[in-house]
Each structure stands twice: as C-alpha cells, then as structure tokens.
C-alpha cells in the first residue's frame, strides 16, 4: 500500500508537541521483551535492537479505541543551526551599517536631506495622528497577541519573546552609550541627528522601544500566524516612517534597530532553544491511520543514521511496521558538519543533502524503490506521509534481525558478508550508491543472509567514482571485524580481483565515514598499545631483543587500511597505488592560511608605510645573522649523528637536514624533521626500531637542552643590572607561560594521557639506544654540543636581525624569547610554524619593549633566512639524496 497524507499538526496550537507538557506526566516507558508480534503467516521471529516490539502481541481490540505509544518524552527544546546562522547574518549585518555609515557619508547626508525636504509635504494632521496611533499599536499588538497565547497555554513562547525583548532594550542602550561616547563621528553623525525644536540633544542611535518588539515577535515565532505578524509588522513600519518624517531618527538607525532586534532574538532561540515541535509518536500513529493502516501500538527503537527517528508499529491486522520520521530538526543536525565536509571535499565524496522536507522525502521513497527495483536485499517501502508542515514518514515492512555492530567478531561467517557484498553488487549494477555502508547499515537476517539498511542518504545514478567509495568503505567496515585478509578474500569472490581493486586509491580516511574514521584510529591506537606492553614484558623476561621487540612495535603500527592496500595487491598486483584525489582543502592549508592572514594584519597594523625601510638595514648585522642561519645546519647534523652509534657520513647529514627545510612546508617543523631523519637513518642502514630509538633520543636531549638553556638565560637576564625592565618582563612571562602550560597538561587528564601517550611511543627504547652511546662519549659530546650549537645559532640570528633593524636587547634575552615564543609557535601545528610563530616573536620582542617597527622586520628577516631562503636549495637536496637512494 502507498499513499499519501497531510495530518495537521500546528505548531502553535495547544494540540502541538510544545505543550506536551502542559498535561500530566505520562508514565515512564517501560521496554517490552523483545519479540515480534505474530505476522501473517502465525510465526514468531526472534527480534533484536533493530525490530524490537513496543510490548506484548497486540489485543484484540477494535481499531481506535486505544494507541499505545511507548517512547522516551523528547527535549522539551532543540538549538537550530538555523537560529545562529541567522543570528551571525544579523551581526554581519549590523558591522556593515557600521562600516556603510564610515565610507559612505555623502550617501547617508544625501538620503537624510531628500528625507527633511520632502516631509514638510506630509500634512501635520496625518503625521500626527499616524504619529499616536502607531505608538499605541506597536504595544497594544504585542499585549493583544501575548493575552491569545497565555488563553491557549503557549506561555513558553511568550517567554521567550519577553526574554528576548529584554536582551535587545538592553544592547540598545549599549550601543547608544557606544555611539554617544566613543564611535567616529562620522557613525554618529548617520545615526543621529537633531531633532527638530531642541538643539542641545541628539537622537538615540538605537530605537528604545522598536528593537525590543521588533526581539519580541521575532522570538514568539509568528512563521504560522501570518495575521499577527502582518499587523505587527505594519504598526512597526509605520511608527519607524513617522519617526522619520518627524526627523527624530535617521535611515541609518532604523535598518540598525531592526538588525539589532532579529539578531538578538535569533542570539537567544539559539542559545536558550526553541521550543521543540517534532511530532509525537500519538501524531505518528493518526498519520499512519490516514493512510490506510491500524495501528495498535508503537515502540521507539534506535535512530537511524542523521538522527532519523524509527518507531516499531504493531497493527490490529497486518504485519509489523518499521516506520522512519524525518523532520526539520533532524535535517538541521550536523549542519556545520556537512558544511565542512562540502567545502573540504570533492562534491563526489560528499553526500547530497536535500534542500527542503520534500526532497528528503521524495529522495529516500525514490532510494527505496530503486534498490528493490535491482533485486538487493532491502526492506520494502510501503507507504509514505507528510506529518503535518515540519515533518514526514516512510513506512517499511520490519525485517526482522540484528546490526551487525551488535553482533560478536566470531559470529560473522563468510556466507553473511558474500550476502551483503552481493546486495551491493546488484545495487552498482544499477548505478546506486548506499554511501552508508557501516556496521549500523548492515542487518543480519541469519547466518547466511543479510539485508542492506539506511539507504536515505544513497546516490541514483552515482559515478564510478562514487561507486568504487561504497566498496573501499565496506571492505573496511568488513576488515575492521574480522581483519583485512578475509573482507579482501570475500570481496574477491563476490566482485571480481578488478572491481575490489578500483577501490585501492579510495582507500583513505578522508572518504569513509566519520563512525569508520574514529574506529580506525582506535584499533591503531589499541593495537600499538598492546604491542607495547607486550614487549616491555618479553624484553623483561628475556623471550624477545630490544630490537625484535621494537619491529614487533613497527608492525603493531601499521594502520589497517595499508593491511587492506597490501591484502589487494596480492590478487591484484597491477592495481593502482596512487590514492585519488578526494579534498579540494586541506585543513593543514585552512590553518596555514587563517595564521598569514592574522601575521599580514599584525604587520599592516603595528608598521607605518614609512617606517619599514630595507634602505637602512644594517648590512652588517645582516650577514651575521645568515652565516648564523647556515651554522644552524651543521649543528642539527651535530646533534643527530652524536646519538646514533653508527657511523654516519658528515656531508650527508648536513644535506639530509637542509632538506628538512623543503619538508616544513607540507608538514608541521617537528614532525617533518622527525620522518625525515627517521627514513634517512633507515636508508643508512640501521634498523627501524633503533632509528627511531635515535631520533627519540636526539629529541629527548633536545627538550631537556631546551629547558635548561631557557632557565639559565633567563636567570642571566634576570640579574642583568641594565634597567633593561621590557627583557626581564618578557623572561617572567615567558617561564610563567611555559610553567602554567605545564600545569595545565599536568592537571587535564586527557591532556595528560595524550602527553604520555606520544612521549611514550616516541622514546620508547631510548633508555638501551642512550646506554650504547655510553660506551663511546665522543659521541655524547657530539650530540650535546650540537644541540648547544644549534640553539646559540638560531639565537644568534634573531638577536643579528635585530640589531639589522636597530633594536636594542641583550642576547641572554633575545635566547629567552627564542627558546619560548618559538616554542609556542610551533605548538600550533601549521606547515613550518608559519603565522603562529611570527606572531609570537613579533609579540615577545615587543613585550621585551624593542618598538614594532624594529620587530616585525626583525622576525620577517630571521624567518627569512632560517624558512624560506632554504627552500629552494633543501628542494635540491630532497631530490638529490632521493636520487641516490638516502632518502
């Protein structure tokens, strides 16, 4: 049976699910066991989570006479993403009368003039009486309109709107003491103006009385009650046209009231929520009456994928019903999700999000008989409904069964997975996309069949692309429960070695579910751990070497879809290795980006145009500070080849860190320079586990060189008797930043956990690979020295750069603010520092009172010589040392 029904639900009667709690408290609902009810052919099927029955075998009662609704009462109210995004619309729009009114003065006075010149036109008698009976309606209709809510027992409503009013009388008065005080004067002049026969006083800037009615009835919702709102917003048209024939405001100020009203308003709904309208399972059982059916009772059972809310529906005659309601509020959860996914990702690798109820509707009933249509194990639908103005519902027949999330690893037989790949196979044959195949969109029927759920966010006539997505998604769905060589082995019998190896370059996180991202990540973390605790206690007990341990670690390591990438080579050899191009933004660039814009502003606000001159650079000072740049180099070769016991060639050292240079600008610096020195180590010769035992050596010397080089030039600066008070300011916050910093890691548990974590797994058999080094102290000293060297080279060049530009700070103090606001910087994890890293110099120098005029050339000129003239030649040396097989 399909069809087709309107059931009324008005928002703002009292029938509405508003005032759900104007009534008695319903009774708390009490979960049945889970059984089916008897279908047509007598039987009674086992049941689980996804077809569980709201109680016992439906009485024989005759239709209507009761309908029994087990569900948990739902939120009393919902923030919409719609209510900030308007709310963020109405400041943007406040900020651009602001700003109109600043550029564009000779508009504004012009607009004013026309206005004087043509009012003397208006009659007096009619100003005045439009005048008074305008001041009366704009309080009389909000009164009038609050009285018929209270009569209907919609008081929460009204509350809101009284609430919001408040707000808004209040950042009235905010902004007329802003505007009377402290604003340009050409704002104050396009807000206020004299008003006629007084010329001691100016108008108020900000309606008193308007912005909070205009608050009130936006906050009241009068979307559904188009009478009440057409009369309130005439009175408020009109009393704001006879203000301004009356010369007592300006154009200007009533668009400002009027922003200032529906922002606040919308500011609040969003803040406190809206009252929740989603329909109720007793107007889901009269839907379903519409069309045909007769319900006898009804369960709420888990949500469906984007909070669709399912409902179990048992009938005095016919089978048992698995009904979905999509609403408005669901459409809007996730909101800001989707909209990241959209701008990061290619339109491919995104899911279509319907544009209004309708479409969401027509979209999934058009999923649902395609893929019966191509003969894939789906429920049927059977029937869908409009539910009143703000919602929807699909009508299948239930299957019965379980998720295959609930079911145990060693529960899920070869048999069931070829079921569901064969569902997916008809369905591509189709061109279909499920575009949801998780664990939640997978029930199992028995052992040997499976059926293919949540299809509402599927594609009709997808792309291969598209296509090839859905499969790498269930191989990984399949791998994550019963590993990589069996999803690849089944997957190869249903589909073919080709079709399972299009879907390698889709294997990245980026293009599978978010559910599917956070357990990847989880297993890599569980596995590590496990492999690391298993080998602390074989190394303990003497089962295993440091080294076998440390490779068993390596494999541990090793995430699950390159377990899958290597599991498809193997049937497919030639398959393509290249991942496809799935993001248009990387994050990483996002960050990059938002971090130069905030350095290009710190720069274009803290410099005069005639402040900043290459002309009087000091050359001298400059060419100091490059020969320390280059010094740098040799210094990290220093410190790398000092804690590797191995013999390691100087020369290539000193090129492999030039090249890191290359690699900071697609990497945070840190990170990029520990991969680096790990595969050049590596390809050394040494083995995985002790290069990285080196590299975690290397960095453990560092952090702990980095701390005592920053306590001793801080103590120096500190007993410095030059007066120089901006340094010792800048040394007292920057150990006191770097202290609370600790303390907060040390306080935040997860902060703390994922602190350990890393340190954890980085140093992890650095305590042996530092013993060895023991035995030759030559190559202590070399490490420590280099980590010295390297230091007083970096430092040495930011002290050369500001003396280049004529700042006057000791050295001990430029080392303070080196080893911190580099440290700070580079906390945040942008390619290379860059952005954070500039900010925080140019904002310690300036603290350490070098003017910003010396500063931020100063930065600019470090940052130049020590990131971006390195560039070119670490380019060269990336290749050349990939060129012969050191990198």
Same mark, same amino acid.
């Given at each position: ?95 651009? /009368? ?401 079709? /399972? ?11 599978? +579910? ?100 290459? +002309? ?23 410190? #790398? ?114 602190? /350990? ?22 190559? #202590? ?30 050295? +001990? ?63 060269? +040396? ?10």
């Amino acid at each position: 049976m399909t069809g087709t029904a309107d059931v009324n639900v008005d928002k703002g009667s009292d029938e509405s699910a508003t005032d759900r709690s104007a009534g008695p408290e319903p009774e708390p609902p009490t979960v049945s066991p889970q059984r089916q009810a008897p279908g047509k052919d007598g039987h009674d099927d086992a049941q689980d989570g996804r077809g569980t029955a709201g109680g016992p075998p439906a009485p024989e009662e005759p239709p209507g006479e009761h309908l029994a609704v087990d569900e948990p009462l739902l939120a009393a109210r919902a923030h919409r993403p719609s209510d900030l995004l308007r709310f963020l619309a109405g400041v943007l729009g406040i900020i651009a /009368v602001f700003v109109l009114a600043q550029v564009a003065v000779s508009t504004t006075t012009g607009i004013e003039t026309d206005i004087s010149s043509n009012a003397d036109k208006v009659p007096g008698m009619l100003s005045t009486i439009a005048a008074l009976g305008s001041s009366v309606a704009v309080l009389a209709v909000p009164l009038a309109f609050a009285v018929e809510r209270l009569i209907k027992r919609d008081g929460l409503r009204v509350a809101d709107g009284v609430l919001a009013s408040v707000l808004a009388y209040g950042v009235s008065l905010g902004i007329d003491w802003w505007v009377a005080a402290g604003a340009p004067q050409a704002i104050r002049d396009a807000l206020t103006q004299v008003p006629p026969g007084n010329t001691e006083t100016l108008t108020d800037p900000v309606h008193g009385y308007l912005a909070p009615v205009i608050a009130y009835m936006t906050a009241v919702g009068m979307s559904s009650r188009p009478r009440w709102r057409v009369a309130l917003w005439v009175v408020v048209v009109l009393s704001g046209a006879t203000e301004l024939i009356s010369g007592y405001t300006t154009p200007l100020s009533l668009l400002l009231t009027v922003l200032i009203g529906w922002s606040v308003a919308y500011g609040t709904l969003y803040a406190i929520g809206s009252p929740n309208i989603r329909p109720t399972g007793k107007h889901l059982m009269i839907g379903l009456r519409k069309v045909g059916f007769t319900p006898s009772g009804a369960h709420r059972a888990p949500d469906a994928p984007g909070e669709t809310r399912r409902y179990l529906v048992t009938q005095y005659e016919g089978p048992l019903l698995d009904v979905h309601i999509i609403d408005r509020e669901q459409q809007a959860s996730g909101f800001f999700y989707r909209a990241w996914r959209r701008i990061r990702l290619r339109s491919v690798a995104v899911r279509r999000s319907p544009q209004s109820l309708r479409q969401a509707l027509e979209q999934e009933a058009l999923i649902a008989y395609a893929a019966a249509a191509s003969g894939a194990r789906a429920p049927q639908l059977v029937a869908t409904s409009e539910l009143g103005p703000d919602a929807a519902i699909l009508v299948y027949e239930n299957v019965a069964g379980r998720i295959l999330d609930e079911l145990p690893d060693d529960e899920i037989p070869d048999d069931l997975m070829a079921s569901l790949w064969e569902s997916v196979a008809s369905l591509h044959e189709r061109r279909i996309a499920h575009r949801r195949l998780t664990g939640e969109s997978l029930l199992v029927v028995d052992e040997k069949t499976g059926c293919l759920v949540n299809l509402s966010g599927g594609d009709i006539a997808a792309g291969d692309l598209t296509l090839r997505i859905d499969i790498a998604q269930l191989l990984t769905t399949f791998a994550l429960r019963v590993g990589p060589e069996r999803s690849v082995d089944v997957a190869n019998r249903v589909l073919g070695a080709d079709r /399972v190896a299009s879907a390698l370059p889709l294997l990245q996180p980026v293009g599978l +579910s978010r559910s599917t991202r956070i357990d990847l990540q989880r297993m890599t973390k569980e596995r590590k751990a496990a492999a690391q605790a298993l080998a602390l206690e074989q190394v303990a007990a003497g089962e295993r070497t440091q080294e076998q341990a440390e490779e068993d670690i390596a494999a541990a390591g090793e995430d699950l879809l390159s377990r899958i990438r290597r599991q498809i080579l193997q049937i497919a050899p030639e398959a393509p290795l290249a991942p496809a191009k799935l993001e248009r933004l990387k994050p990483k660039t996002l960050i990059m980006v938002i971090a130069l814009t905030f350095a290009a502003y710190l720069a274009l606000t803290t410099i005069q145009p005639g402040q900043l001159k290459l +002309s009087q650079m000091d050359w001298g000072w400059a060419a100091l500070a490059l020969a320390a740049a280059a010094a740098t180099y040799g210094a990290a070769a220093m410190s #790398l080849t000092g804690f590797v016991p191995e013999k390691l060639p100087f020369g290539r050292t000193v090129a492999a860190q030039l090249a890191g240079s290359f690699v900071k600008l697609v990497a945070p610096a840190a990170i990029g320079g520990i991969a680096l020195n790990t595969r050049y180590l590596q390809k050394a010769g040494i083995r995985s586990g002790q290069a990285v035992a080196s590299v975690g050596a290397s960095q453990l010397a560092g952090l702990g060189g980095h701390l005592l080089l920053l306590f001793s030039f801080g103590l120096i600066t500190g007993t410095q008797k030059n007066g120089d008070l901006g340094a010792s300011r800048a040394v007292i916050i920057g150990v006191l930043s770097a202290a609370v910093l600790a303390l907060v890691v040390a306080a935040v548990a997860p902060l703390r956990r994922f602190v /350990v974590t890393r340190v954890r797994s980085l140093f992890f058999g650095v305590v042996p690979r530092m013993l060895d080094l023991m035995q030759t102290p030559s190559k #202590l000293v070399t490490g420590f020295g280099g980590i010295l060297l390297l230091t007083l080279s970096f430092t040495a060049c930011l002290y050369a750069s500001v003396r280049a530009f004529g700042g006057e700070m000791s050295y +001990s103090a430029v080392a303070v603010v080196f080893l911190t606001a580099n440290a700070a910087g580079s906390a945040i994890p942008t390619p290379g520092g860059i952005g954070p890293v500039e900010i925080a110099l140019i904002g310690a120098l300036t603290v350490g009172n070098v003017p910003p005029s010396a500063a931020t050339p100063a930065v600019f000129l470090y940052r130049l010589l020590t990131f971006w003239l390195p560039v070119l030649p670490g380019w060269i +040396s990336y290749n050349v040392l990939q060129r012969r097989g050191a990198l």
